[in-house]
């Protein structure tokens, strides 16, 4: 190495160009993560959330969630504010006594119920130049009672619950006192994401494990058995396999509709029908068996063949297990192209419990309401264990997407 | 068809003896047996085309399993029906579509429209009413009716579950006040006819003498007659206004003496009319020509951008003084690992106009914000950018590959003479890796072509090109164009958009044809 010099600038060079690049890509993953940890569905707020909840997770895993908003009321001018926090009817007055009489919004499963109270002195625009110690309220039955400590305000939910806040002087800046509380809420998760999961994985594996049932055999008469028109048959199914479904949509609507008037289970908005559907797309797989079954030497067939095997056992008790990489990586493919696909989907199942990830996923963003939040929580926690089996098969893949099909 | 790998096939080897084979026509015939039994109903409900289809199927299935002259079949019939079965069948069915008016103005067949028109009563003038008295049979429902003026009162000779989809007539037979079948009959709840209206829409009642009475009001039926009856010439005659109302095989509709049209149209054939339109009419011709300029420009531009990107990223982690290579490569494949219908969302979060981090750093740095809805070009940068960064990876990976079969002393015999990098890039390695890359460039630019899932969770094609009817977006690629008219939309054009469909088939066959002769499909032939 005579120029280390120029040498080592060019490998930091590199190295720079790669991890610039790698910010680009990794960006909106990470920004996906946060979005689903921020409060509400806000698009606008710093990558680490400024104000991080669980919400949207709870939701994703279909579990109800019980959170609280902040709320305020002015207090100057006035002898006492009334307003309800979700825990029951609060009646604060000027000089900081209030009252709370238990009047839950909710029912006793979503228990317990949390809120707080407390000074907060704002400036002209609404900023709040500083606060008192909030004293924290929680709702519960009574029988729970034992079970918090003495530094909350505990509230049977039928009793009633009296206290003061101190209320101190006005601090420089501070145009406004008012009362903060939390305004206490359940939110329901609005989707099956659970379902979607289940059924994406339902539709994915049993059309990839099908996929390669067919691709395998099919492979295997064209690899190694004599049989008349392989050739143009094969030279057709290239061309096929450049006609992606999307473009005859309406041709598999409609003869879905007409199938399923005669067998139940092609009927649309079934999983069977869509599996079906999806076994359209052999062609290009059969490729990629052809292609690994002709780097394997047929002589261990042969000798098989001669020993007395039938062509079945020949390609089940030699051929197969020679070939369980490509197996792997027809799977997987297969697995992976089917849990993406998005148009036969989104034509074929109408019910929201049925449908698969791809299609539900859309239903948190339409026109009218954009539920960010909830979509990223459902996308992170579907998309991890699809990107992560992919990143481990990533080896095969290489390997796999070059040498299957065809050769330049 | 010489095949050196071929194995000495002797059909005979592959007979079974004794009770396996016997097993195997048993369940052969069984499948066969069922599908022929579906034959049957696809024929006896008026589809002859399904049923011939299935028959084929059926019959080529039976033949290849029973039969060891077949025995290769075996293993490609499946795979082989399945293809033809969604694949071709609907490509067929597209192109056939194209030469119809099928939408939804024209729905059902000419029979189906004429049936339609022929089961349209009228209440007559001179008929009677009669109120409807509605029973609990158990689960079941007991019909009877008392005639408004003499009061006489029938009763349906037998209970129905009201369940029913489709017309159902039932006899009546005349009954005193307090019948004895009635006696042990609750009268029905009060809301009974409401929530079985459409039920009760659908059944017609046989009076004994003959009179046929259908539902008039909530609680009424009336004597009824078809409104329309059936001339020689296949005209229709309205019954109660004595207009006649004739068929135009040309529009697709039942016209009347003003050719006035009436609802529901019926499917022709239009020959190339639909062709004509795309290509004469100027609200379609215009938008159709710039979809496809911008599709090809979309896909050609995707292909070159996703390669240079791949190949350039492949080089580096490619070359040995880079630590951490493989980590690198992990990271690099990640937009690929990711399901498009979620890392396309992210950017169409990113790219929000008002709340985005795009708009928002591009906002602090230069002080614009680019709108990303509206305008055309900067929604089709948008879509470039978003594309090239889904589809690098796959480009990164093919050249990964590609670039380690490269034998290393070309570099090394380079780098003696003096070679520098980029040299060794343009001389050695583009060239080495582009041919055998060709097949699949050009696989990548057909996928694209029909990117459709991009397009459509990204901007739904918007915005929508102004002077286009019926509605066609700037950002449309041929297939959204397509989907737009079959799906979205008022009209919902299946016709037109089969035609559009054709025309991608067509351009889709060019590309097919131009990978055979650079793929060279070779089968059978061992690498070395």
């Known amino acids: ?121 704002l400036d002209r625009v609404g900023r709040v130049v500083s606060s008192t110690e909030p004293v924290h309220l929680v709702l519960d039955t009574a029988d729970r009672a034992d079970r918090y400590s003495d530094d909350v305000v505990f509230i049977a939910a039928d009793g009633q619950a009296s206290g003061q806040l101190i209320i101190p002087d006005t601090p420089a800046g501070a145009e406004r006192t008012t009362v903060q509380y939390g305004n206490a809420y359940v939110s329901k998760p609005t989707f099956p994401v659970l379902s979607w999961l289940m059924n994406t994985i339902k539709v994915a594996g049993i059309s990839a494990m099908l996929i390669l049932l067919l691709s395998t055999t099919s492979a295997y008469a064209f690899g190694r058995l004599p049989f008349k028109g392989k050739g143009p048959m094969l030279k057709s199914l290239l061309v096929i396999q450049m006609f992606p479904n999307t473009l005859f949509l309406v041709a598999l609507y409609l003869l879905f509709d007409k199938l399923g008037g005669f067998v139940d289970f092609l009927a649309l908005n079934t999983h069977s029908a869509l599996i079906i559907g999806y076994m359209g797309g052999l062609a290009l797989n059969i490729f990629m068996v052809i292609g690994y079954f002709d780097t394997i030497d047929p002589a261990m067939e042969e000798s098989a063949a001669i020993d007395g095997a039938t062509p079945f056992q020949t390609f089940y008790k030699i051929l197969l297990p020679l070939s369980v990489p490509i197996l792997a990586v027809v799977f997987i493919l297969a697995f992976i192209g089917f849990v993406n696909e998005f148009p036969l989907a989104s034509v074929i199942i109408s019910d929201l419990d049925k449908m698969t990830l791809a299609v539900g996923a859309q239903q948190y963003i339409q026109d009218q309401s954009q539920l960010w939040g909830d979509f990223a929580a459902a996308a992170v926690l579907s998309g991890v264990p699809i990107t992560i089996v992919f990143l481990i098969a990533q080896r095969f893949l290489v390997g796999g997407l070059t040498s299957g099909g065809v050769k330049g | 068809m010489a095949n050196p790998n071929a194995i000495p096939m002797v059909p005979q080897s592959a007979a079974q003896g004794g009770w396996k084979l016997w097993l195997q026509r048993g369940i052969v015939s069984a499948i066969s047996l069922f599908f022929m039994y579906i034959v049957l109903v696809m024929y006896s409900q008026g589809e002859p085309l399904f049923a011939v289809v299935t028959l084929l199927f059926t019959t080529a299935f039976a033949y290849i399993f029973l039969f060891d002259r077949a025995y290769v079949w075996r293993y490609v019939f499946s795979g082989l029906a399945g293809m033809m079965l969604f694949i071709i069948f609907p490509i067929l069915y597209t192109l056939g579509i194209g030469f119809t008016n099928y939408s939804n103005l024209h729905l059902i067949s000419f029979e189906q429209a004429q049936s339609y028109f022929l089961n349209q009563t009228y209440a007559a003038e001179d008929g009677a009413n009669y109120d409807l008295v509605l029973y609990e049979d158990g689960a079941e429902y007991r019909i009877t009716v008392e005639n408004e003026d003499t009061g006489d009162t029938y009763v349906a000779t037998q209970s129905v579950p009201m369940t029913h989809t489709e017309q159902i007539t039932l006899a009546l037979e005349a009954s005193g006040p307090l019948d004895s079948t009635l006696a042990n009959l609750q009268p029905a709840p009060r809301n009974a006819a409401i929530l079985l209206r459409s039920e009760l829409d659908r059944v017609m009642l046989v009076l004994p003498d003959g009179t046929e009475l259908m539902k008039s009001r909530l609680t009424q039926f009336s004597t009824t007659y078809p409104l329309y009856e059936l001339a020689d010439n296949g005209n229709l005659i309205n019954q109660q206004a004595g207009s006649v109302i004739s068929p135009n095989f040309e529009a697709g509709y039942f016209e009347d003496e003003n050719g006035q049209r009436l609802n529901p149209g019926f499917t022709v054939n239009v020959g190339f009319d639909n062709i004509k339109r795309v290509l004469t009419d100027k609200g379609m011709f215009d938008p159709f020509v710039q979809i496809f300029t911008w599709t090809m420009l979309f896909s050609a531009f995707t292909v070159v951008a996703t390669f240079i990107i791949g190949v350039t990223l492949a080089s580096l982690v490619q070359w040995e003084p880079i630590r951490g290579r493989a980590l690198y490569q992990l990271l690099l494949i990640l937009p690929y690992a990711l399901p498009s219908f979620i890392s396309i969302m992210i950017f169409k979060a990113l790219f929000n106009q008002n709340f985005g981090e795009i708009n928002f750093i591009l906002k602090s740095l230069f002080g614009i914000a680019p709108n990303w809805n509206s305008n055309p070009n900067t929604t089709r940068a948008m879509i470039l950018f978003v594309n090239t960064w889904l589809g690098y990876p796959y480009m990164f990976i093919l050249c990964l590959g590609m670039l380690q079969s490269i034998p290393k002393d070309l570099y090394e015999a380079s780098g003696l003479e003096g070679s520098g990098m980029f040299n060794n890039f343009f001389r050695i390695t583009l060239p080495l890796i582009l041919k055998p890359l060709l097949p699949l460039l050009i696989a990548s630019f057909a996928f694209n072509f029909n990117n459709f899932v991009l397009i459509e969770l990204l901007t739904k094609g918007g915005p929508i090109i102004i002077g286009s009817n019926p509605q066609a977006g700037e950002t449309d690629l041929l297939v959204n164009y397509a989907y737009r008219l079959a799906f979205r939309g008022d009209t919902q054009d299946f016709a037109l958009a089969s035609t559009i469909s054709t025309f991608i088939f067509m351009i889709v066959a060019v590309i097919a044809f131009l990978y055979l002769r650079v793929a060279k499909v070779e089968v059978g032939v061992k690498k070395h």
Do not use: C
């Not at chain 1, 707020?45 to 109800?64: C, R």
């Not at chain 1, 709320?71 to 609060?90: M, S, Y």
């Open chain 1, 1 to 121: 190495m005579i120029k280390t010099r120029e040498h080592k600038a060019r490998v930091i060079g590199a190295h720079l160009v790669l991890i610039v690049f790698l910010a680009f890509v990794i960006y909106p993953l990470a920004y996906l993560v946060s979005v689903s940890f921020r409060t509400g569905h806000t698009l606008v707020d710093t990558i680490i959330p400024s104000n991080p909840t669980l919400e949207h997770w709870y939701l994703a895993f279909e579990q109800p969630y019980v959170g609280m908003n902040p709320q305020k009321k002015d207090l100057d001018g006035v002898d006492a504010v009334t307003f309800n926090n979700a825990l029951g009817d609060v009646t604060f007055s000027a000089d900081g006594r209030w009252t709370l009489t238990a009047n839950p919004r909710v029912e006793a499963e979503y228990f317990p119920l949390r809120s707080y109270l407390s000074i907060g002195f």
